[in-house]
């Protein structure tokens, strides 16, 4: 695994660069205008794909927008005051009515909800039938309103005969769309109105009766996650294995029809790239998350945890799993199936850490991470710490997960030691930080104005982990940074002056080099474990630390300079002594002249650097 651990999946985004449930710009635009209170853009996207016919986008976009709602509902509202029976306004409404029931439900099972949550979920429901019938009456040529029609359906029990007739609506305006297939999907599944085997059999005819090109084409693929991971069915349940076989099968037949990187397939193979390695066809895995790129979505990860960090993490094994499996002496494939070319770049990551520690004392716990840093000094007793160029990243660096490198650096520095370290990032228009304190992640949070504000109970938190490690009184004025959703940069920054810290650098987030023009820049280089063993020894932090090209050598300090004259002279008498006196053995004379050698050889080097200091 050591051998070919850093070469395995090296194509790969960095885990930066990865982004969880992305949207197109267009959308990401509306919906932070939206959140800040002007539907406008809302108004306008919504009607470009009602005029141009465009239901699956239109589907996902009215989502969307009434996930926006749920969290801010005072822009849908102000919109129906304005245009009470505006068809777009109306069908986000009535998705919104469905989600405000389920956010009361959860989706836990119904065992595991409380009798009181679920008569509020039936009754908001109950409610919602009215606003779904408005919006299919204004809306007489959407199948939109049908797909959450469906997924009302499933939510009150309907019995089969309303199901179908939702169904006849959906399939007569649009018989292929996959929004209304996946609601009617979930409706058949065991746990809610159905079978596995009536899944099965709905999924797998709706995918041969699409095109090709289709995503319908990858809804066996759902049915399967739904067997194998929702109910956990496994080998022993109904379904016979070859038909989850074909649909991973086809699922990946549907991936060589998209480009990598396409934001249109990811979620598909997301779902692929789960069973490929439930299946241990890790091969074909890492092609799938090379054509994943930096698209993550939060289901199918979303059921083991965080989405983001459970896709990191699988991704990550997948290339241990290869690289474990290759001979020592051959070279891991690039490409099982050949399919797969360059992914386009995801968007550029800046990061920067700002370390409560001096640059020679974060040098000195920072030997052993693997990775080289550039390291400043950002005033008082505090530090910048960025990322240096690394053509060829070591294997602890190829191996190391988690959040980035960077953090994964502030992890490993931080570790035994009372000091954090603030791991700042900045994405085009989105901000965020992760806190790190005794080698643990203490706080993270993201500035992102399409999503929900985040609720006042996690910003409390999160708040109140910012201000015990800071020694700050209060922290309500944080919890009020964090709660702001529009200007990302400028409530980051804000955070960092509030926290007492240094400023961040000039041009953070617009230069690719985030120390550029910070003054007393040094290079902390990348080390082996034997040789930051032994640096770890030395007796002068500073020296850990390379100046960069063009910089002068910082000047040693006076003890340094004592020491070393002290020494030479200690061992350059005693190797003239060991020399003449006849009662000392040769090994013993040659170890005090190769000691005086070094020790003068030291300083004619530091001199030589002072002269060139002087000139």
């Known amino acids: 695994m050591f051998r070919h651990g850093p070469s395995v999946g090296a194509d790969l985004p960095p885990d930066e660069a990865v982004r969880l449930d992305e949207r197109p710009e267009p959308l990401r635009d509306a919906v932070a205008a939206a959140t800040a209170g002007d539907h406008g853009p809302a108004r306008e996207l919504l009607a470009a794909t009602r005029l141009g016919a465009e239901w699956e986008r239109r589907s996902d976009y009215v989502g969307a927008f009434a996930d926006s709602a749920l969290h801010s509902p005072g822009w849908l509202d102000a919109w129906l005051a304005e245009s009470p029976k505006d068809p777009d306004a109306m069908l986000v409404k009535a998705d919104l009515c469905i989600d405000q029931a389920w956010a009361i439900r959860t989706g836990a099972r119904a065992g595991q909800v409380s009798p009181d949550r679920l008569k509020a979920f039936f009754a908001l429901l109950e409610d919602a039938v009215p606003v779904l019938g408005a919006a299919a009456e204004v809306n007489p040529d959407d199948p939109v309103p049908w797909r959450i029609a469906l997924t009302h359906a499933m939510g009150i029990q309907a019995p089969r005969e309303l199901f179908d007739a939702y169904w006849a609506e959906a399939t007569a305006r649009a018989p292929h769309h996959y929004g209304c297939h996946a609601a009617a999907l979930r409706y058949l599944c065991e746990k809610w109105h159905g079978s596995h085997q009536e899944m099965f059999d709905f999924a797998e005819r709706a995918a041969d009766e699409a095109l090709p090109g289709s995503k319908l084409r990858a809804l066996p693929l759902a049915a399967a996650i739904e067997?194998?991971?929702?109910?956990?069915?496994?080998?022993?349940g109904p379904i016979d294995r070859s038909r989850i076989v074909a649909a991973v099968d086809r699922a990946l037949e549907l991936s060589s029809f998209y480009e990598p990187g396409d934001p249109e397939a990811a979620g598909f193979r997301n779902e692929l790239a789960l069973m490929l390695i439930l299946a241990k066809r890790f091969e074909e895995a890492l092609d799938v998350f090379r054509a994943i790129g930096v698209q993550a979505r939060s289901y199918p990860w979303a059921y083991f945890g965080d989405a983001r960090q459970e896709f990191l993490d699988f991704r990550t094994g997948v290339r241990m799993q290869i690289a474990s499996a290759t001979p020592f002496f051959s070279r891991p494939s690039r490409s099982v199936t050949g399919s797969v070319t360059d992914v386009p770049a995801g968007p550029v990551v800046h990061l920067?850490?700002?370390?409560?520690?001096?640059?020679?004392?974060?040098?000195?716990?920072?030997?052993?991470?693997?990775?080289?840093?550039?390291?400043?000094?950002?005033?008082?007793?505090?530090?910048y710490v960025a990322l240096a160029p690394d053509g060829s990243p070591g294997r602890r660096a190829a191996l190391s997960g988690g959040e980035d490198r960077l953090t994964g650096a502030a992890d490993t520095f931080t570790t035994g030691e009372k000091w954090p370290a603030l791991v700042l990032r900045r994405t085009g228009g989105l901000a965020g930080f992760t806190l790190l304190h005794k080698g643990k992640e203490v706080a993270a949070h993201a500035w992102d104005p399409a999503a929900p504000v985040a609720d006042h109970a996690s910003a409390a938190a999160t708040a109140g982990a910012l201000a015990r490690v800071y020694g700050l009184p209060d922290p309500r004025p944080l919890t009020g940074l964090l709660r702001s959703s529009a200007a990302p940069a400028r409530h980051q920054a804000d955070l960092v002056t509030a926290l007492g810290l240094p400023p961040l650098p000039a041009g953070f987030g617009e230069h690719p080099d985030a120390l550029a023009g910070v003054p007393g820049t040094r290079l902390l280089e990348r080390r082996g474990i034997l040789s930051g063993l032994r640096d770890t020894l030395t007796n002068d932090p500073d020296r850990l630390l390379v100046?960069?090209?063009?910089?002068?050598?910082a000047p040693r300090p006076k003890l340094w300079w004592l020491l070393r004259i002290v020494a030479l002279v200690f061992f350059t008498t005693a190797a003239a002594y060991a020399w003449w006196s006849p009662g000392v053995n040769t090994p013993r004379s040659l170890l005090f002249s190769l000691l005086s050698l070094v020790f003068a050889a030291q300083l004619a080097s530091a001199t030589r650097e002072r002269r060139r200091r002087v000139r």
Request: negative net charge; contains cysteine; hydrophobic residues 50%.
């Open 227 to 236: 067997y194998d991971v929702v109910a956990d069915a496994g080998k022993e």
């Open 547 to 553: 100046q960069l090209s063009g910089e002068s050598p």
């Open 352 to 383: 920067v850490a700002i370390a409560a520690a001096p640059p020679a004392q974060v040098a000195a716990a920072a030997l052993m991470c693997g990775i080289p840093l550039r390291i400043a000094p950002a005033g008082g007793s505090a530090s």
